[in-house]
């Protein structure tokens, strides 16, 4: 980690994970200069929570501690303190939060903001400003009736997409909050303030509520992402006044203001330390990755993730649209795959001996297109699309029960990123002659993989280490949010951030091979559907 000069400004990166809570900082070279961490289970025993959450007897709700997320920037901050980590220094800083999860703030919580003592930590001054102790995280799946009735009430699932960007899912958070309005109906009477896990991050380091901002609020299933204002349909379904216990919704790159008092004199923040506006992790993560226009990121990991910028959403029943967290009348798409690593791994340990070696000879043994063979591979109930089990189809679309070792794992490879492709064009993704992809995860050490994800996709592949990639993005943020409201755009701001690496290129049969492949993939997928709902 390279040293910064002794008085050169720094820019501070947090990220309020569902493990843990981070802090990056980067000097004006975008240099990283210091990294700490706190692990909620290890490192803070007493919340008793399993990768930092409680799963209730239900199996559906699943919740944390807000108070735990207090405590950890509590001994985040100390931490960096006595390690001599130069707050005064830090001109701005901003953060990211595990989107979708809910903070209820108690009636009163505003006025103890305000009036924090710098003699005593947050927690303790905080323990009595939560009308909701276990905050609904993004992995509840228990508000299926609040999603049903949202979706009724928005004309249908499409309306409801082309209004939020997102049909209704269970972990976001109008539905949260309209789930504990009918459950706990003291509770919500009792809530001043709602806030997002990111505005709530923002609002202890401001010493008041922080404005929830577009592209976090756009995966709440009540942000109209056209007009990025609240939309009065989804919020009339939700609750009542809910604008007021929302407050106004702001840009992404808004600077909030400076740093509370309380924090200046407790950890010696200068009083010219500018808040700019937290977001939620996968945006902040897609500032981090500083995706181009027309570039492609794929997170090859337990599940795989898709991120991409675009510039005029096409919302569908599957994935979301987000407002972008750094172009301000752009746009960015989220997909997730259920099946991804755990998968792949399966089909090695099965026709392979567990040996990556021998998996990566299959596809090189293999031609592109697997000579029409076509997989689908869900071990569990895939997200995107919603479908489960082994389907295998030949030349002839005809189902077949068994391949040779070598064709099955090419099948998996291809019909996997297929249905990358397949979805992303959905979004409105569309290859062009400058399209990059970006992979990241742990499959994107596998350059035979990687080949066949740049066959696929027709474009040339590029790795970047993003470990940290939402606490970077949000130390990227920081800096970008002291110029933006001058017109410099992020790209500009950011030229120098670390360049990917490129990694390969497609084939130059692979748009013939493909481009014809994906139309059928797209049937046989509509077959494989109409299956699972039997």
Known sequence: MAAAEPDSPLYLGLDFSTQQLKAVAVDGDLGPVHQDSVQFDSELPEFRTQGGVHIHPDGLTVTSPVLMWVKA???????????????????????????????????????????????????????????????????????GPQCDALQEAAGGAMRLADITGSRAYERFTGNQISKVRQTRPDQFQDTERISLVSSFGASLFLGRYAAIDYSDGSGMNLLDIR???????????????????????????AVLGPVSSFLQHRYGFSGSCSVVAFTGDNPASLAGMCLHQGDIAVSLGTSDTLFLSLSEPRPSLEGHVFCSPVEPDGFMALLCFKNGSLTRERVRDRCCSGSWDVFSQALDRTPLGNHGNIGFYFDTMEITPPAVGLHRFDANDRQVSSWSPELEVRALVEGQFLSRRLHAERL????????????????????????????????????IDLSDSACLGSAYRALHGLVADSGVSFLDQLRNAPEPQQVCRPHRSAPQVYDLMLRRFAELEQKVLEKSRI
């Open 73 to 143: 920037l509590d001994l985040l901050l100390d931490r960096m303190k006595a390690a001599g980590f130069g707050f005064s220094r830090v001109r701005a800083l901003s953060g990211s939060g595990q989107q979708h999860g809910a903070v209820f703030w108690r009636t009163g919580a505003a006025r103890t903001l305000t009036q924090l003592d710098p003699g005593q930590n947050l927690h303790q001054q905080l323990t009595d400003s939560f009308s909701v102790q276990d905050s609904p995280v993004w992995m509840d799946s228990s508000t």
């Open 428 to 463: 409105g993704y569309s290859i062009g002659s400058g399209t990059r992809v970006l992979a990241t995860g742990g499959a994107s050490a596998n350059r035979q993989i990687l080949q066949v994800l740049s066959d696929v996709f027709n474009a040339p592949v590029y790795t």
């Open 227 to 253: 007009d990025r204002m609240w939309s009065q349909l989804c919020l009339d379904a939700t609750a009542a006044n809910l604008e007021r216990l929302l407050g106004e919704p702001c840009p992404s790159t």
